[in-house]
């Protein structure tokens, strides 16, 4: 092709720019647009910080600390592709390599030449792909920069829908357990008090426990796991399984102090799980890449992908369910009369692989498919159309669409509060949520010396010999305030054990 033929083609497909033909005005303002953005959503994240960590909320914090880890390594892949998307568009195959695994029938209807010859105008078509991929003939790009292009944009929505996912796994998980803070404060009533009675003995199959977790027609296993399956769809957590989970957890790992508040503890123990959650490990990006493998015209692999986190997501929610009522079973086989509430054990057996964070590990790993489920069809919808050769089946669509969204609102609303307080019932339980606690009642004592230093004016005393440069907090705590503030947290923690506590009279 001549100068002048060059020249020509370039007028009819129009002519690219370069940034020294781009007026300055139009350049200075794309630039300030993407500053101005980028320095926004710089500072919204670093207020979101300093408001975490104003409130204490240290597992939240360290969430947030790895989204944003996650989502600079999504911006480092788009700037490789952008940056190598040259290097890479020059590399040739084949064109017989380059019509096989397509995901479209068209481009296979018009890219087939698996013949030795080749008609005019497949000859036309590889000139024409020759002369912008500088290929040989027989030859044509690995992928073309358009597709480099297209490839940046699919991280840039996989990124945003990972930020939108899990911020509606906090929201609707906090929604769920608003109404269990009603139920912790039942607990300190009077009337809560009296029917709870540990003196008021009982028959076992009376209790409003028992009797909502066994019949007459759930005595074997597999009629067990039908209610539970669909128990997890209507009331999963009833009032009665939370009030008997929370007295097994503090009589087995705290005493029988009905003062501590468990629904904060599962409350801080649903930020914990949320760290594990934010998190995208290797093997999900290896998924990633074997699900873009096998996107192949008329496999249907994301289709039959989207039936598997539901699936998946029912499986946890029935086991959850079984664990609570196999619970209520081995109460019944030891107990026939019970003294007080229902007591359960909690044991790591009641999980698979007595194991309680292996169910997390699925539900992480469930609610990354689905969250790629749906990042790749808006990203399809958005470059190539709703009419495009994806989406050649409408029923198939709509499917996927509302499979993504019922698996997201029910891990969201239903099966990850459920972990939340389900897993209590293991053998160990979250020393850091409690440390957490404890720390707090340590800068409140602080907090009230300061302001009783500031109101009798003492004085300050210099005791650098003496604490070897140890910061001085006042006055030691009293047994009194010792015994108010860890009321809360039923028997003394281990770590206040080895605490020497002083009375004022003693100084």
């Keep these: 092709m001549t100068e002048k033929e060059e020249s020509n083609h370039s007028a009819e497909v129009g002519t690219v720019r370069s940034l020294q033909e781009t007026p300055t005005w139009a350049l200075a303002t794309v630039c300030f647009f993407f500053v101005a953005v ?32 996650v989502l600079m390594v999504l911006g480092f892949m788009s700037l490789m592709l952008n940056v190598t998307e040259g290097e890479v568009s020059n590399i040739c195959i084949p064109i017989r390599y380059a019509n096989r695994m397509l995901p479209c029938r068209k481009t296979i209807s018009l890219h087939d030449n698996d013949n030795d010859e080749d008609d ?22 690995l992928i073309s920069q358009e597709g480099l292009t ?16 899990n911020l509606a796994v906090v929201l609707l998980g906090m929604a769920k357990m608003r109404k269990w803070k009603l139920w912790e404060k039942e607990t300190q009533t009077v009337e ?44 999963s957590v009833a009032k009665i399984d ?14 029988s102090n009905n003062a501590f508040n468990f629904q904060k503890y599962i409350h801080r123990s649903l930020h914990e799980d949320f760290k594990t959650i934010v998190g995208i490990s290797p093997l999900m990006w290896l ?27 029912l499986v946890i929610g029935t086991k959850l369910e079984m664990i609570v009522a196999k619970m209520a079973v081995t109460i019944k086989e030891h107990n026939n009369v019970i003294r007080g ?66 698996v997201q609102v029910l891990s969201s609303y239903i099966t990850l509060p459920l972990y939340a307080l389900v897993t209590q019932m293991g053998s160990s339980y979250k020393r850091v949520i409690l440390e957490e606690q404890i720390a707090n009642v340590f800068r409140q004592w602080h907090g ?17 010999n003496d604490n070897n440069g140890d910061i001085d907090l006042g006055e030691s705590p009293t047994q009194s305030e010792v015994a108010n503030d860890f009321g809360s947290l039923g028997r003394q923690p281990q770590i206040l054990q080895e605490i020497p506590v002083h009375n004022q009279t003693e100084r």
């Excluded at 500072?43 to 597992?59: D, E, G, V």
């Excluded at 009797?211 to 209610?227: A, D, F, G």
């Excluded at 302001?451 to 004016?457: G, H, I, L, Y």
């Design 38 to 69: 980028s320095m926004f959503l710089e500072r919204l994240i670093n207020l979101l910080s300093i408001r975490l960590k104003k409130n204490r909320k240290t597992s939240l914090l360290e969430a947030l600390e790895k989204l944003k880890s």
């Design 120 to 141: 005019e105008d497949d000859e036309d078509d590889d000139h024409h792909d020759n002369f912008f991929h500088h290929c040989s003939k027989g030859k044509t790009s």
């Design 192 to 235: 809560y008090l009296t029917s709870n009675d540990p003196n008021r003995f009982r028959m076992t199959r009376d209790t409003t426990f028992a009797r909502r977790h066994l019949s007459s027609w759930t005595e074997t296993s597999i009629q067990l796991w039908i209610k539970c399956f669909f128990r997890q769809f209507f009331n």
């Design 341 to 406: 509430s229902p007591l359960v054990e909690p044991n790591d057996k009641h999980f698979w692989f007595s194991n309680p964070r292996f169910l997390l590990s699925i539900l992480h790993y469930t609610l990354f498919l689905n969250t790629f489920e749906m990042a790749f069809f808006v990203w399809i919808t958005w470059q190539f159309g709703i009419n495009s050769c994806y989406h050649d089946n409408r029923e198939i669509i709509i499917t996927r669409i509302v499979l993504a969204v019922t």
């Design 150 to 165: 297209q490839l940046s944009f699919f991280i840039f929505v996989l990124a945003c829908m990972h930020i939108l996912y």
């Design 448 to 464: 009230r010396v300061r302001v009783k230093r500031k109101t009798e004016k003492t004085p300050e005393r210099n005791n650098d």
């Design 287 to 313: 998924t990633v890449v074997i699900f873009m493998l096998l996107d192949v015209y008329g496999w249907r692999v994301y289709f039959y992908m989207s039936f598997v986190p539901l699936i998946v997501v």
């Design 242 to 255: 939370y009030l008997t989970l929370r007295h097994g957890f503090i009589f087995a790992h705290l005493s």
